[in-house]
């Protein structure tokens, strides 16, 4: 076995038992594992396309119980580039989660490529912006609020390379969907179809429609569009 596959069986294990067994410790909120963590298969299809882009520096926001984290995480020990990146943004790690999901990515011998980022995405993606950080791609599933997710969005432009990946979590909630559909409508940000097949699963919306996971190509060149082009979204 090389040393990759070693850290791959690793991470593996370790994502394995908590969609298995669950976290260590929960918030005391009905089913919250369940109700926050991003399903076991839509892990597997993250972690799929990450592969598929070759991605060697990610960003991802809301981390919570870990189970995205851990699939972003094999996706890089699997790609094992040269300079692997993971940072994560998430102000409530240690407050709400008692940085469950911290220890996890810690158990799965990620920490040389993990960098938690602990305060609010509004003021860490412009930081990030601020020292010329750049992704190749983007998972966000943090605050769910529409203006939130706007900015999130804003700045993950800046972030992601012309040409990169932002995937999107939670998109069948009008607040995360309408948000998105600016950038779609107005930023030349096209869905790649079939990142996420299949049923969505997880706890959504009442009655709620539509993909849950969705996963958007950036444009290559990126350009700022002018506001007389402004389409309502
Ligand atoms: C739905 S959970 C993420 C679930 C995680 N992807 C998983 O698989 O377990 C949302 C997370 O976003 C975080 N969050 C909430 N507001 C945020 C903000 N303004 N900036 C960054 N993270 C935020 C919460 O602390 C929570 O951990």
Redesign the pocket.
């Known amino acids: 076995m090389t040393n990759t596959d070693k850290r791959v069986t690793r991470v593996r294990e370790v994502r394995r038992r908590l969609a298995q067994e669950g976290p260590p410790r929960t918030r005391d909120h009905e089913r919250d594992f369940e109700t926050?963590?991003?399903p076991e298969r839509h892990c597997d299809q993250l972690r799929d396309l990450m592969v598929s882009e070759g991605a060697e520096k990610v960003v991802e926001?809301?981390?919570?119980?870990?189970?995205?984290?851990l699939a972003i995480g094999e996706a890089l020990v699997t790609v094992d580039p040269p300079f692997p990146r993971h940072l994560i943004?998430?102000?409530?790690?240690e407050r709400?989660?008692s940085n469950a999901?911290r220890d996890l990515l810690r158990s799965a011998g990620l920490d040389p490529i993990v960098t938690l980022m602990p305060t609010?995405?509004?003021t860490a993606l412009p930081q990030l912006v601020s020292e010329g950080f750049v992704a190749d791609a983007a998972f966000v599933?943090?605050?769910h609020r529409f203006y939130?997710v706007f900015v999130d969005l804003y700045f993950l432009r800046k972030v992601v390379r012309p040409g990169g990946l932002i995937v999107v979590?939670d998109g069948w909630w009008p607040s995360v969907h309408t948000a998105v559909r600016y950038y779609e409508r107005n930023t030349g940000w096209k869905v790649i179809p079939d990142a996420f097949p299949g049923e969505p699963i997880g706890v959504g919306p009442p009655g709620g429609q539509g993909a849950r996971c969705k996963a958007y190509r950036l444009p290559d060149p990126s350009f700022e569009p002018s506001f007389k082009d402004f389409r309502a979204f």
């Open positions: 926050v963590t991003v926001i809301g981390l919570a119980y870990g189970s995205s984290a943004i998430d102000p409530f790690q709400e989660y999901g609010p995405s509004s599933d943090g605050s939130e979590d």
